[in-house]
């Protein structure tokens, strides 16, 4: 069983530039450690380490310039340094370890978009909703306690929830069904991935229904029993030899991180 609360993983000189020797797949798969012990008060700097800091449009460069990532690298180990991948984290893991507070800040003003702050967003707004006409520094109280709970529930729920579904694979092996140009729906999935690479899951869930459709040539229903809870969403459909399936939006979060690694 893998651990409740992962931890960054401190890369040697050699694993370092091994993981700058590739695109960087998320912002904030890697830290850059800084030892300052030697001159304040023995602090440790981290920072997000990437290979461009993202421009007005948030786009930004996924390799790492060569060969100045390298020596700064051989810089930074010799002067006592080091670099740490969080790159086995979910993305659910990513944004907790920063406290949903890296990267750009979302469309609801609620938290920054580096890994998957969804549920962080839609707990915080449901609790302002409750507690209109707050003060910024109650507000500021509130995120600090959903934040608190997050740190303790989350990630041990999600991983229950994961040990659950291990018999879910029997029903992703159903719909290894093919239309008659030969697709499967997991064909269908990892084709809108390769489409859209740069968003997120639940941009991409907008794009499936279409998908869905014109997979199957049959209608597609979006059930979403909890509005602001997108793992409790799903897409009813009709496969190709008239059997009744569904994809919940969970399943469908975890295809595409499989797909994209």
């Keep these: 069983m893998s ?36 001159y304040i008060n023995g602090t440790i700097w981290r920072s997000i380490y990437m290979p461009t800091m993202p421009d007005c449009e948030r786009k930004w460069d996924r390799h790492f310039v060569q ?20 790159a086995d984290f979910s993305d659910e893991a990513l944004a907790l370890h920063y406290n949903y507070g890296a990267g750009f800040i979302t469309t609801s003003g609620l938290a920054f978009d580096v890994g998957d702050p969804s549920q962080f967003e ?9 507690l209109p006409n707050l003060s910024r520094e109650t507000v500021e109280i509130v995120r600090k306690n959903i934040l608190l709970m997050h740190k303790k529930y989350k990630l041990p729920a999600t991983q229950g929830s994961n040990i659950s579904q291990g018999c879910s694979k029997k029903a992703q092996k159903k719909r290894s069904i093919k239309n008659d140009m030969g697709k499967t729906l997991d064909n269908v999935i990892a084709s809108l991935a390769s489409t859209h690479p740069d968003e997120k899951p639940c941009e991409i869930w907008l794009h499936l229904k279409t998908a869905i459709i014109e997979w199957s040539g049959c209608d597609c229903d979006e059930i979403r ?25 969970q399943t469908f979060r975890k295809m595409l991180k499989a797909i994209q690694k």
């Design 3 to 38: 651990k409740i609360k992962p931890q960054p993983k401190k890369l040697t000189l050699k694993q370092a530039l091994d993981a700058t020797r590739v695109p960087l797949k998320r912002m904030g798969d890697l830290i850059c450690a800084d030892d300052f012990s030697g």
């Design 67 to 86: 060969p100045e990532t390298e020596n700064h690298l051989r810089e930074l180990y010799a002067s006592g340094g080091w670099i740490e991948s969080l």
């Design 122 to 130: 839609c707990d915080f707004a449901e609790a302002l909703a409750q």
């Design 225 to 249: 029993p909890d509005e602001k809870k997108r793992d409790s969403w799903s897409y009813q459909f009709t496969k190709v030899n008239d059997s009744a399936d569904a994809i919940a939006y």
